[in-house]
C-alpha cells in the first residue's frame, strides 16, 4: 500500500533556528513530490519535486529529493513566527495524491 | 478572483441529515477533488475527476456521493450524516491528474451535533 510517512509529528524551535522536517514514501508509480504549507485553512503549495539530487529554493526554504532512499527533506533557515504551520508533504502517484500526516512547526518569538 | 471556492465554510447539522457542499475552480484546470481532514489534520483522498469523469474513488461510505455538472464544479452530497463525517472538507483541483500541485480550497467544516 502506498504510503507517506512524515518526522518528526512536531516541532517548537525559536526564532533564528534552522530546521529540516523529513518525509518518506513508500510508492508504486512515483510521478513527482509536494510540500504544501498549512496554517489556518487551505494548504498552499510550496515545491514540487521530480528529479533526484536537485535543490529547490524558495526565501528561507529549501527542498530536495533522494529517489534512491524514497525521501524529501524540506529546509527552513533563520525561523520567523510567520512559518509555524503544519507542512504536508504527498507524492503524486498513478491517478493520486497521497498526503503524509504533516510535521506541525511551532516557532516562538 | 477566488481559485478554488468552497461554500458553505461552516456546516453544523444534526445526525441523520442530508447536506451539500460545493465548489467552483477559475483556474481551468482538468482535475478536481474532495478531501478530508481529521482532528489530526491527516488529509485523505476520497473522490478525483477528470473532465467531469470519476477516477477515483476511495474507500468512503456510498453516503457520500460527488457530482460534476461542468469541468469547474465538484459538488459532495452526504447522506444521513453520523457523527464519524465531523471534518473538515477540502476541494482542490490541479491542471493534470499526477504531475501538477494542487490548489485546495478554504475548506468546510462540517459539524454534526
Known amino acids: 500500500e502506498d504510503k507517506v510517512v512524515q518526522s518528526p509529528l512536531s516541532l517548537v524551535v525559536h526564532e533564528g533556528d534552522t530546521v529540516t522536517l523529513n518525509c518518506s514514501y513508500e510508492v508504486t508509480n512515483f510521478r513527482s513530490l509536494l510540500w504544501y504549507k498549512q496554517e489556518k485553512k487551505a494548504p498552499t503549495f510550496l515545491f514540487m519535486l521530480t528529479s533526484s539530487g536537485i535543490e529547490k529554493k524558495s526565501g528561507r526554504l529549501s527542498s530536495i529529493l533522494d529517489k534512491k532512499e524514497l525521501s524529501s527533506i524540506l529546509n527552513i533557515t533563520a525561523t520567523q513566527t510567520g512559518d509555524s504551520a503544519i507542512y504536508l508533504c504527498a507524492f503524486s502517484g498513478t491517478y493520486k495524491y497521497i498526503f503524509g500526516t504533516g510535521t506541525r512547526l511551532k516557532v516562538l518569538a | 478572483d477566488t481559485a478554488v471556492s468552497q461554500t458553505p465554510k461552516y456546516l453544523v447539522t444534526q445526525m441523520g441529515n442530508d447536506k451539500s457542499i460545493k465548489c467552483e475552480q477559475n483556474l481551468g484546470h482538468d482535475t478536481m477533488y474532495w478531501y478530508k481532514q481529521d482532528s489530526k489534520k491527516f488529509l485523505k483522498i476520497m473522490f478525483s475527476?477528470?473532465?467531469?469523469?470519476?477516477?477515483i474513488n476511495e474507500t468512503v461510505p456510498n453516503r457520500f456521493s460527488p457530482k460534476s455538472p461542468d469541468k469547474a464544479h465538484l459538488n459532495l452530497h452526504i447522506n444521513s450524516l453520523e457523527l464519524g463525517d465531523s471534518a473538515v472538507y477540502f476541494c482542490?483541483?490541479?491542471?493534470?491528474?499526477?504531475?501538477?500541485?494542487?490548489?485546495f480550497g478554504d475548506g468546510t467544516r462540517l459539524s454534526i451535533l
Open positions: 475527476y477528470n473532465n467531469k469523469e470519476l477516477i
Open positions: 482542490a483541483s490541479s491542471q493534470d491528474r499526477e504531475t501538477q500541485p494542487q490548489h
